[in-house]
């Protein structure tokens, strides 16, 4: 069973950098594909990166493409999310989540989820 926790969400104005990271626990972390999603007030969960076991195939959303950058270090079970060039609409709920080797962009494909961290972009 892995179970993950998300930190680093703040407060940062538009044009700021925040790293957010999914620690792991479970034996078997390096066999899982993490994704990253979002959640803004009144809206649905958003897929926004991906990456899979081994850290050598990533995958992000249009919206997030060249700003942000998803990374993995298996030997310390974390997956970090480096965020730059925040904007405003990038206020949200942060969630990672977890399941076996590849990634999805489908969120039900997740099986293990973090229990979020916000995210707020002042203008």
């Known amino acids: 069973q892995v179970q993950l926790v998300e930190s680093g969400g703040g407060l940062v104005q538009a044009g700021g950098s925040l790293r957010l990271s999914c620690a792991a626990s479970?034996?078997?972390?390096?066999?899982?594909?993490v994704g990253w999603f979002r959640q803004a007030p009144g809206a649905e969960r958003e897929f926004i990166a991906a990456i899979n076991w081994s850290g050598g195939s990533t995958h992000y959303a249009d919206s997030v493409k060249g700003r942000f950058t998803i990374s993995r270090d298996n030997a310390k079970a974390t997956v970090y999310l480096q965020m730059n060039s925040l904007k405003p609409e990038d206020t949200a709920v942060y969630y990672c989540a977890a399941r076996l080797t590849i990634w999805t962009t489908n969120q039900r494909s997740y099986d293990h989820w973090g229990q979020g961290t916000q995210v707020t972009v002042s203008s």
């Open positions: 479970g034996p078997t972390f390096s066999r899982y594909a």
